[in-house]
Nanobody
Framework: QVQLVDSGGGLVQAGGSLRLSCAASGRTFSTYAMGWFRQAPGKEREFVAAISRSGGTTYYADSVKGRFTISRDNAKNTVYLQMVSLKPEDTAVYYC???????????????????WGQGTQVTVSS
């Protein structure tokens, strides 16, 4: 079992930056690929980014490509989402999630993720 704790959200002006963190419990962190999703008010939860077990492969939604960077530190059981050039449309609750599937083809699909963090609010003002 994996427990995930998201942090790092906040209020930032458009064009600003934030770094989200997701700390995982347990000694099996490196056996999971990790993803970030977000959910804006009145909208479905959508995929943002994912990273393979080793960190060698990453995958991004088109809406964040070039602005967001996902990374992980397996020694610290932590995955990060560095966000720059933030836009008001990035406003959402951001969730990290863990999947045993190490194939990019499924990383964008919520049903493949077994564990979820509690979410952290990101608000970008215009």
């Amino acid at each position: 079992q994996v427990q995930l704790v998201d942090s790092g959200g906040g209020l930032v002006q458009a064009g600003g930056s934030l770094r989200l963190s997701c700390a995982a419990s347990g000694r099996t962190f490196s056996t999971y690929a990790m993803g970030w999703f977000r959910q804006a008010p009145g909208k479905e939860r959508e995929f943002v980014a994912a990273i393979s077990r080793s960190g060698g492969t990453t995958y991004y939604a088109d809406s964040v490509k070039g602005r967001f960077t996902i990374s992980r530190d397996n020694a610290k059981n932590t995955v990060y989402l560095q966000m720059v050039s933030l836009k008001p449309e990035d406003t959402a609750v951001y969730y990290c999630a863990a999947t045993p599937q190490n194939y990019p083809a499924v990383w964008g699909l919520r049903r493949y993720y077994d564990y979820w963090g509690q979410g952290t609010q990101v608000t970008v003002s215009s």
